[in-house]
């Protein structure tokens, strides 16, 4: 749709390596932007962005630790000397555990709030001191979750983090608005990917699926007219905004 043509943009997206960080990456660069793909694990990156470009779109892959404030300097660094100024950041970067909160232990904490809320942090904070300091305008995509909105079972962490980028969210929108930085959040509700399927074919699974009003799983497709409207200038009056997408399950009933 002419509408999402990302042509002229140059987007990086963190946590490129996981099934929605890949496949987040090939939406942008269909619709037209210029893509540079980020993960700890390089060898992987490298190779999705080897595909993007066989096919016939501009991409790059940069290997970085978003935790790390002069690693993720590098890195964005590493992107634009190769694709050109970065102007949509997408913190995709995320980790996850199931486990009672008295069996978690301080690395648990750590870990999974090192990544998810401080890594993307830092990610914006570095894009932002870019955009800010060469007057140029920027829109960041934080991908949450719902449960950042409402919690299940064992995954304190893992809420707390995400419900943090929701507020983060609003908070940056608030402060950059007048630097022509929008920040915006796209909140999935539970996503079939290579990592869960296994679980989704248990009996357990099944029976959270049925507590899905939609009675089926997201795809990674049905993210992609949510994420491609954040990306584009057809959004160009929302800032501080959460999309969820989720089949309905924040409305299911208690």
Known sequence: ????????????????????????????????????????????????????????????????????????????????????????????????????????????WDQVMDTNLKGAWLAAQEAARRWIGAKRPGNIINIASILGQRVASQTLPYAVSKAGMIQMTKALSLEWARHNIRVNALAPGYIRTALNDDFFNTEAGAALVKRIPQRRLGTPQDLDGPLLLLAADASRYMTGTVLTVDGGHLNSSL
């Open 1 to 108: 749709m002419a509408a999402f043509d990302l042509t002229g943009q140059v987007a990086l997206v963190t946590g490129a390596s996981g099934d929605l960080g890949r496949h987040f990456a090939a939406v942008l660069a269909e619709a037209g932007a210029a893509v540079a793909l980020m993960a700890r694990r390089g060898d992987i990156v490298a190779a999705e962005a080897e595909k993007l470009r066989a096919r016939g779109f501009k991409a790059a892959s940069v290997t970085g630790d978003i935790t790390l404030p002069k690693g993720l300097n590098a890195a964005f660094a590493a992107a634009e000397s190769e694709l050109g100024p970065i102007s949509l950041l997408v913190n995709n970067a995320g980790v996850s555990l199931t486990t009672p909160s008295l069996e978690l232990e301080d690395k648990d």
